[in-house]
């Protein structure tokens, strides 16, 4: 940790990724973004579209971030090393998006949320999902600071309650209220086609629509 901030490590240099990155470095976090190895001038690339932060190998970015942000597409997260991610704050920004992903059966007919499904494949790793339910865009343009009133909410779900306290405090710096969700399967509830996903709600209306939803999803 820096100065008592997590250190981030950001696998995905692309929209959401890079918006993020910027908020980061911003707030005067430490973010590291790893990306496709089919970036190939991925330094020049962060040093324009993130300055500050830097480019780092996965296995360096692992070993160096507190908070991982997985921002890649659904259909690549199989890709990431999850496997490497133990006792590591995992942050699962990635949303299941059939006109983007095609339609992925074994997906469709799964009960669990699709961060249930990622957070399985390590269970040393401490999931949360949040950052997936708004856009790359709004992130800069809907960032205020606390205490605004008409701050804009996101929620965090995740099995590990210090985990989901961690990643609050990343989103209040962020600019946005954190709203806490409860347990990894109420993420769902974030998911394309549920009333969270691309709202924009306060605090109390998505702690609202979170316990409302809680219900239907449990
Ligand atoms: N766009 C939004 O507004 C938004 C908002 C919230 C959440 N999300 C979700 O966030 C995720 C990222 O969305 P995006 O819009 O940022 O997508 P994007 O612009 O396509 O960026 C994703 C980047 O991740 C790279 N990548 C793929 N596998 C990787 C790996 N193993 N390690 C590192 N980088 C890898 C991709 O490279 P390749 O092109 O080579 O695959 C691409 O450069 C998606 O799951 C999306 O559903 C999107």
Known sequence: MTDERPVIGIFGAGKVGTALARLLVTAGYDVALTGS????????????????????EPRQLIDEADVIIVAVPFGKAETVPWESFDGKVVVDATNYWPPIDGTIAAIDDDPRSTSEIHAASNPRARVVKSLNHLGYHEMEDDSMPAGSPLRRALAVV????????????????????????????NGRALEPGH????????????AALMAAERVLVA
Request: proline share 8%.
């Open 158 to 185: 995740g099995d590990d309650p210090d985990a989901r306290a961690l990643v609050a405090r990343l989103i209040d710096d962020l600019g946005f209220d954190a709203v806490d969700g409860g347990p990894l399967a």
């Open 195 to 206: 009333p969270a996903f691309g709202r924009e709600l306060s605090a109390a209306e998505l």
């Open 37 to 56: 190895p089919r970036q190939t001038a991925l330094d020049l690339l962060v040093s324009v579209v993130a300055p500050g932060a830097r480019v780092a």
